[in-house]
């Protein structure tokens, strides 16, 4: 079974840009998280969508959005970026939302890079 | 162990050795708790979790501890190898009643350094 897939892996915008980052779960997954990762702050939740829903959502400023399509697949939108987005940006899934019913499987990431 | 701030905190141990990595966690009410590996170049990978009603569990080569007394969480990994080598979390987080929860809470991570 293929694991949680990314696109793209790099990622290089400059400040004032919008980014649109891709995750596809693993088959049968129905719940995406997303996290942020940097030296600074370690990861961080970002938001998480179960059903095309946004269940949970993090700390981050209106800037940082995201949606679910109905065959699972997850994007995060980051408009008007600021030289402190640059991070790699996880996505996580599982067959359903609920920490400590089910594991979340992490994909590869995308590393984005703000100019 | 695990500390705020800019630099991982590391731990290298020689190969074969166990090795144990620790984890002070903040949130008194948080009550699900998991390790995660990190390779260089990939994502975080589930290691194992361990719930607020239990204070040990194994795996295959890794046992976690819970004390919530002083809120301090630690892996072991036994007869640590060369592929042991990574960077590793613990991640903190509270289940609701209805099985949902926010995201997982993260430290900083340590990085463990197998020596030959």
């Known amino acids: 079974k293929a694991g949680v897939t990314q696109t793209p892996r790099y990622l290089i915008k400059t400040r004032g840009q919008q980014v649109t980052l891709s995750c596809s779960p693993i088959?049968?997954?129905?719940?995406v998280s997303w996290y942020q990762q940097t030296p600074g702050q370690g990861l961080q939740f970002l938001f998480e969508?179960?059903?095309?829903?946004?269940?949970n959502k993090g700390n981050f400023p209106g800037r940082f959005s995201g949606r679910q399509f109905s065959n699972s697949r997850s994007e995060m939108n980051v408009s008007t970026l600021e030289l402190g987005d640059s991070a790699l940006y996880l996505c996580?899934?599982?067959?359903?939302?609920?920490?400590?019913?089910?594991?979340?499987?992490f994909g590869p990431g995308t590393r984005l890079l703000v100019l | 162990g695990e500390s705020v701030g800019l630099h991982l905190p590391t731990l290298s141990v020689q190969e074969g050795d166990n090795s144990i990595i620790n984890c002070a966690y903040s949130?008194?009410?948080?009550?699900?708790f998991i390790w995660y590996k990190q390779e260089s170049g990939k994502g975080p990978q589930f290691i194992i979790d361990?719930?607020?009603?239990?204070d040990k569990r194994q795996g295959q080569r890794v046992t976690v501890l819970l004390n919530k007394t002083v809120k301090h969480l630690s892996l072991q990994i036994a007869a640590t190898q060369p592929g042991d080598s990574a960077v590793y979390f613990c991640?903190?987080?509270?289940?609701?009643?209805?099985?949902?929860?926010?995201?997982?809470?993260f430290g900083k991570g340590t990085h463990l350094i197998i020596q030959p």
């Open positions: 991640a903190e987080n509270i289940l609701y009643s209805g099985g949902g929860a926010d995201g997982l809470t």
């Open positions: 969508y179960f059903s095309e829903t946004q269940r």
């Open positions: 996580a899934s599982s067959r359903l939302p609920g920490l400590g019913v089910e594991t979340q499987y």
């Open positions: 949130n008194s009410a948080s009550d699900y």
């Open positions: 088959s049968g997954h129905r719940s």
């Open positions: 361990i719930r607020s009603n239990m």
